[in-house]
């Protein structure tokens, strides 16, 4: 099913940088419902290193027994998908987003899932103690393909462990290059249930991907659903011009025998952070979209 619509005023986006909040769970308001949840900083370990995550919680009397994993794209992220109003490079600063402030999309995107009952982790892939850790988004000590994947599946195992999520509960929301990433995880992970891919790079087997993708086991979204038979629901923005995604080619498998379950939407006025875009400067996500995105996980969730 392939649904498009008009510009939206209100938004959201997905990337990079923040600070781990106290240790004391604290609250937030799920305006939507009026339901309130607890954003719980963790820790993970994974490979010898260390990972800071928060783990976001609906009121007990609001829980549904699921649980959300988050995964950012570009080749890392920071806590909260921070997107830096401005960076600077050999001396020349550069804007980045459209009011010169920065935003951070992670901690509203799971306040949205939290609001329907979902328990939400969202964690940063820059290992503690990461010497470059202070020069991100500039750069960062590398992680392989491979390793990210292996970070990732700790990072879910971190959120199936956490008392708050029912065996066989899970879901993988993922952005662009994080996408991709989800859906290798779930190729193999029985237990995951349902996808829901913003911005998705190569998630068509059409797409010219890299070799690397390849030969370091990365699946294609197409794949994955038509195998597993997996619910998914993949967002594109209109004005997304990344190389890597095909929006156009997502939407014309829509429905297409295997792929029954495969919902694609693409939303006019939006860019790659899926948030309204003037020229290169973004926003963040867009509000409406978190709404309809909250409710389609919350229907595959309540079917029987």
């Not at 009026?34 to 290193?49: I, K, M, N, V």
């Not at 401005?86 to 939290?114: C, F, K, M, W, Y």
């Not at 990732?152 to 994080?178: C, F, I, N, P, Y």
């Not at 010219?208 to 794949?223: T, V």
Request: proline fraction near 5%; hydrophobic fraction near 45%.
């Amino acid at each position: 099913m392939t649904t498009r619509y008009g510009h939206r005023s209100v938004g959201v986006a997905l990337l990079l940088l923040a600070v781990l909040p106290s240790c004391a769970p604290t609250r937030s308001a799920a305006r939507s419902t009026g339901t309130e949840s607890d954003h719980r900083p963790l820790t993970f370990a994974q490979g010898g290193q260390s990972f800071n995550a928060v783990l976001e919680l609906p009121s007990p009397d609001h829980r549904n027994g699921w649980g959300i994993l988050l995964l950012g794209g570009g080749m890392s992220n920071d806590l909260d998908w921070t997107v830096p109003g401005e960076v600077t490079a050999e001396g020349t600063r550069t804007q980045l987003t459209i009011t010169g402030a920065s935003h951070a999309d992670a901690p509203t995107i799971s306040r949205a899932l939290a609001a329907r009952g979902f328990a939400v982790l969202r964690w940063s892939t820059i290992p503690i103690g990461d010497p470059l850790a202070a020069e991100w988004p500039m750069r960062t000590t590398p992680r392989s393909l491979v390793e990210l994947c292996d970070d990732a599946r700790a990072a879910l195992q971190t959120l199936r462990s956490s008392g708050v999520v029912d065996e066989g509960k899970a879901l993988l929301l993922g952005h662009s290059l994080g996408a991709v990433r989800a859906c290798t995880i779930a190729a193999d992970d029985r237990d995951v249930r349902g996808l829901v891919l913003l911005a998705s790079a190569y998630f068509t087997s059409s797409t010219g991907a890299p070799a690397s993708l390849r030969a370091a086991g990365l699946r294609f979204g197409d794949e994955v659903v038509r195998a597993r038979s997996l619910p998914c629901l993949a967002v594109f923005g209109a004005l997304d011009s990344s190389r890597a995604v095909r929006a156009a080619a997502a939407a014309d498998l829509a429905g297409s025998p295997g792929l029954e379950r495969l919902e694609v939407r693409v939303i006019d006025g939006l860019g790659h952070q899926l948030g309204r875009q003037q020229g290169t400067l973004v926003g963040p996500i867009d509000a409406a979209l978190l709404v309809e995105i909250a409710a389609w996980a919350h229907q595959l969730t309540a079917m029987p």
